[in-house]
């Protein structure tokens, strides 16, 4: 159901600092909105985000209801080596998504 | 029956339900509000006892906002991000929504440069305060007053 996008230069130079950027459909329901009849909207929210270069992470955010509906994304990291990068969203109700994109170092 | 309704007694009806709609909103949908004070508390959570100084962070918002339901918002903070001197986290708050937290980014010298995007919501016009906590301990802070137009988190589902 979750569709997520990921935008990483796929190659760059050692050293370089590039630029990640990333979304995932996702409604962040606040938990704070009401039906019609009054009813409490549960909350179902991404909690954590978390970028791993290679198995080792090198990004992580905890979000709160205040971020938007289909959280973006954008941070940067220091290409070191060719491999992948993995992303991994997690949240309310068993919520789990990942995505990789490869990057080629040069 | 065929009888029409009666343009008086229309309004009348549409008159009623909208009192009643709007009567029913004021006592329903009032959700706990975050306050400066609360603000105040969530970022001592963060900080602890540590003194926050101003400066070192930029936070990126626009000065009018049309629709708090996404608020493009960027956080800078200046940092060589080399590993005896880089930003462990940044951290943003509000005053005005329902909680105070708004996110926080977990970052490391692989992260090259010290800066983070996203989109944020945005309940009413309020102040957004960014910290940015140094592999050093030290906290640095910044604000942004953020008109908006058009509020989150208030529509029905």
Known sequence: ?106 | MSRQTSRREFLRAVGGAAAGLGLASVIAVEPARATPASMQEAIRKVVGAAQVQTGRVKLDLPPLSENGNTVPMTVTAESPMTAADHVKALHVFNEKNPQPDVVSFRLGPRAGRASVSTRIRLADTQTVVAICEMSDGSFWQTSANVVVTLAACLEEA
């Open chain 1, 1 to 106: 159901m979750a569709n997520a996008l990921i935008n990483v230069p796929p190659r760059a130079k050692r050293g370089e600092i590039i630029e990640i950027k990333t979304m995932i459909s996702h409604p962040m329901e606040t938990g704070y909105r009401r039906t019609q009849t009054g009813a409490a909207v549960p909350r179902d929210i991404i909690r954590t985000f978390v970028a791993t270069y290679n198995g080792a992470e090198i990004f992580r955010a905890e979000l709160h209801p205040a971020i938007a509906a289909n959280p973006f994304i954008a941070f940067s990291t220091v290409a070191t080596e060719s491999g992948t990068l993995t992303f991994q969203w997690t949240g309310d109700r068993g919520f789990s998504e990942t995505a990789s994109a490869p990057i080629t170092v040069e």
